[in-house]
Structures are given as structure tokens and as C-alpha cells.
């Protein structure tokens, strides 16, 4: 027989993501609405290791669903890699009675709590929280929708400048190792190319779309370029390389950064965090642990915590099809 669930715990780790507080929100009203008690974690693993924790109720999480950030905090945390770390970290889950943790993060967050599952038998529900959309078993993961807005509106700005100046823009954004952002944003924005690392370009073939955009007649150009893609690596080096060889551009580099992090998270991210969590908590009082909440297809559906983490996602090649003829 499973053991009844009384008492949820809920923590944010790993990078930020707008949606995280609608996150929060949508699991301790989930557990007021079931009856059960909720506890939140501060500063993700970190708060686990150091019993750092704040009882969360129906109204303590009132007027946060449209806060970017996160009001639980976040952290990377390098103690919760050791073993000694987890020790504590799972000596304080037990000594506040949490039957159950819901972990709203991304892969690393997931590998955090697949190990705490496995040495110390603590049930863990996983929520795909995070900006760059890399998470296997979920279509979108919270933040994504506010990040890519938040670069085509940084972006939009950008192409007034490139117009007026008749310049070449290279603008960095966010993902790790993965192109989504990139992608997306990148159509949506227009760009004249986009640098991803699914997806070698190569310079020769940057280059020449570049002189080929000129000489049909482009007189300023955006290229978005994916923090992890392999000749965007080094982007101001990127854009002195197009300079040396194409010296008629005016090249200048944007880097967005921690821009792409912030921000009052859009409808599409309120609504996925919500229905990912009420899902993580009837799932968690179903006794169900060691999987992920994600959201295929526009439903809400549970996948084996190992599984997410055993794939990537792959990116969508029709998009880069249809950048490539819309750059035309
Ligand atoms: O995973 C989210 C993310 O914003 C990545 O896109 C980026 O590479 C990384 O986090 C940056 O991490 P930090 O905020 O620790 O510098």
C-alpha cells in the first residue's frame, strides 16, 4: 500500500526561469485545494543541505503568479554534488516530515533529484523550468515563451538602429548547448541567419549568404547567434572575422544575457506552470515518484524521471527551411 502524503515540499533550482513563481504558486495552492501541507524549499539544493525552509499556505503565495524570478530563490549548488551534501540534504527532508518533493528546474535539477531518490528513497516529481526548452518528454518548459519574447522584443529594437545605420548585427542569445531560443526567436525576428549548435552553418556559407543578402540589395542585416553554436562561440571574434572578410559591413555585436532570465512571465508560461504543477501534485498524492510532468502535444502527461534525462529534444530542421527561404 502506498503511504498517504501529507506534507509536500517545492523548490526552484538551477537557472531562473519567468514562470517559476506561477510555479510555486499553482503547487501550494494545489496542495491548500487537496488539503495536504506544503513546504517551501529556499535556494534550491542548497536550502535542502542547510534546512533553510518556509511553510508555504494558499494566501502566502498570493500575487506572485506575474513576478518573474523566483520568490523560493535559486542556486547551482556545489555542496549537494557531494555525498556528504545529500546526507544533509535528505536528514532534513526527514526530520520535516516531506513525503514528497516537487523539483522545478532542468536537468541538472533532475539528475540532482534522481540521485536523491535513489541513496535516500525520497519521492521526487520533476517540472521543466527553465529558459532554453532542453528538456526530453515536454514540448515547452517554463520560461521558454517570456525568453523568446523578451529577444524578439530586444531584437525589434536592435533592427531600428541596424536600419538607420545601414549595419550588420550579431546578436547573442541564450540555451546552453541547445539552438531553441535561437530557432524561434530568430524567425520571429527575421533574422538573415541563425547560428545554432544542432546545425553547422559554417563561416563559408555565413559568409556568402552575407555578400548575397548585400547584393540583392539588404542594406542591414540581424544574425542570431546561439550562445553554445560552434563558430559563434567567441561572437565578437565572429564578428571581426565577417568584418575582415566582408569589409563593406558595419558589423556590431548585442550579447542579451541575463535579460532573457527576467521579466513578468507571458500568459502561455502562467498557464503551462499551473497545469504542469496542479498535474506534479495530484501525481505526487497518487503516490507516483521519480517522474517528470511535461506537456506533449498540449497535454499534460508524466514520463519517467530517467527517460527525460536520458534523451534531448530535437530541434524542428522544418523551421531552419523556412529560414532560410524567408532570409531570401
Ligand atoms: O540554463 C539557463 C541558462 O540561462 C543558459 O541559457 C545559460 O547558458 C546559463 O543558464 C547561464 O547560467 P548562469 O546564470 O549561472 O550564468
Given at each position: 500500500m502506498t503511504k498517504r502524503i501529507k506534507r509536500i515540499g517545492v523548490m526552484t533550482s538551477g537557472g531562473d526561469s519567468p514562470g517559476m513563481n506561477a510555479a510555486i504558486r499553482a503547487v501550494a495552492r494545489a496542495c491548500a485545494y487537496y488539503r495536504v501541507e506544503c513546504f517551501g524549499f529556499m535556494r534550491g539544493f542548497q536550502g535542502m543541505i542547510e534546512g533553510d525552509y518556509i511553510e508555504l499556505n494558499a494566501r502566502s503565495v498570493r500575487n506572485i503568479i506575474n513576478l518573474g524570478g523566483t520568490v523560493l530563490k535559486s542556486a547551482r549548488s556545489k555542496e549537494f554534488l557531494t555525498e556528504e551534501g545529500r546526507e544533509k540534504a535528505a536528514a532534513h527532508l526527514k526530520k520535516a516530515n516531506i513525503d514528497a518533493m516537487i523539483l522545478i528546474g532542468g536537468d541538472g535539477t533532475f539528475r540532482g533529484g534522481k540521485i536523491l531518490s535513489e541513496e535516500h528513497n525520497i519521492p521526487v516529481i520533476g517540472v521543466p523550468g527553465t529558459i532554453?526548452?532542453?528538456?526530453?518528454?515536454?514540448h515547452y518548459t517554463i520560461g521558454y515563451d517570456t525568453a523568446l519574447n523578451t529577444v524578439i522584443d530586444a531584437v525589434d529594437k536592435i533592427r531600428d538602429t541596424a536600419s538607420s545605420h545601414n549595419r550588420l548585427f550579431f546578436v547573442e542569445v541564450m540555451g546552453r548547448d541547445a539552438g531553441f531560443i535561437a530557432l524561434n526567436s530568430g524567425i520571429g525576428a527575421g533574422a538573415e541567419e541563425i547560428l545554432i549548435p544542432e546545425e553547422d552553418l559554417g563561416l563559408d556559407r555565413l559568409l556568402n549568404s552575407l555578400e548575397r543578402s548585400r547584393r540583392s540589395g539588404k542594406t542591414s542585416s540581424i544574425v542570431i547567434v546561439s550562445e553554445g553554436d560552434k563558430i559563434g562561440k567567441n561572437v565578437f571574434e565572429l564578428a571581426a572575422y565577417v568584418k575582415d572578410n566582408l569589409p563593406y559591413y558595419d558589423a556590431k555585436v548585442t550579447v542579451?544575457?541575463?535579460?532573457?532570465?527576467?521579466g513578468s512571465p507571458t500568459c502561455f508560461d502562467r498557464v503551462l506552470a499551473s497545469r504542469l504543477c496542479v498535474k506534479a501534485v495530484e501525481l505526487a498524492l497518487d503516490g507516483q515518484q521519480d517522474i517528470m510532468v511535461g506537456m506533449m502535444n498540449n497535454e499534460i502527461k508524466a514520463i519517467e524521471l530517467v527517460n527525460a534525462l536520458k534523451s534531448k529534444p530535437t530541434i524542428n530542421k522544418e523551421l531552419l527551411r523556412i529560414s532560410d527561404i524567408l532570409s531570401v
Open positions: 532554453d526548452n532542453d528538456i526530453f518528454g515536454t542579451l544575457g541575463h535579460i532573457q532570465r527576467g
